[in-house]
């Protein structure tokens, strides 16, 4: 499955990376840990939101 970080945009294979983490009950990959962590301090800075 291609996923895309949240964090760097990078499109990678989510079957390759340990770094996941579950937010609001959405599953979200990351390439790097560095960017686990960096979601993980502000998830809300990299969760696209539509103008509700
Ligand atoms: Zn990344």
């Known amino acids: 499955m291609k ?3 949240p ?3 990078r499109l990678f294979e989510a ?3 340990p ?3 579950v937010y609001n009950d959405i599953m ?3 390439d790097t840990e560095i960017c686990q962590i960096a ?3 502000e998830p809300e ?3 696209f939101k ?3």
Request: glycine share 4%.
């Open 28 to 30: 979200y990959y990351f």
């Open 15 to 17: 079957e390759c990376t």
């Open 7 to 9: 964090v760097c945009n």
């Open 45 to 47: 800075r990299f969760i």
């Open 19 to 21: 770094y996941k983490l």
């Open 3 to 5: 996923v895309v970080c």
């Open 50 to 52: 539509c103008g509700k």
């Open 39 to 41: 979601f993980s301090k």
